[in-house]
Nanobody, 122 residues
């Protein structure tokens, strides 16, 4: 089992920044690729970004490329998502998740956090 706890969400004005964190415990963090997903009200959960086990490879959803940066510190069992130039359409609950391999698919992830709310005012 891997337990994941997100933090860092909140309210920010359009154009602002937030940094999300995801603290992992349980099984060895570095054995898992990690991802961020988000879910807006009435919409399906959508891929945001993912990073390989080593942290050397990352992939992004088209809507967040060049604005969001995913990273991880395996020594601290922590995943991050730096979000810049936030827009109202980025408002959602953000979830971190753990997968045996790098994936953009919700179904590819075995463990999920409870989520953290991000709200962007215009």
């Amino acid at each position: 089992q891997v337990q994941l706890v997100e933090s860092g969400g909140g309210l920010v004005q359009a154009g602002g920044s937030l940094r999300l964190s995801c603290a992992a415990s349980g099984r060895t963090f570095s054995n898992y690729a990690m991802g961020w997903f988000r879910q807006a009200p009435g919409k399906e959960r959508a891929f945001v970004a993912a990073v390989s086990r080593s942290g050397l490879t990352s992939i992004y959803g088209d809507s967040v490329k060049a604005r969001f940066t995913i990273s991880r510190e395996n020594a601290k069992n922590t995943l991050y998502l730096q979000m810049d130039s936030l827009q109202p359409e980025d408002k959602a609950v953000y979830y971190c998740a753990a997968s045996p391999s790098l994936s953009t698919r919700v179904q590819g992830y075995e463990y999920w956090g409870q989520g953290t709310q991000v709200t962007v005012s215009s």
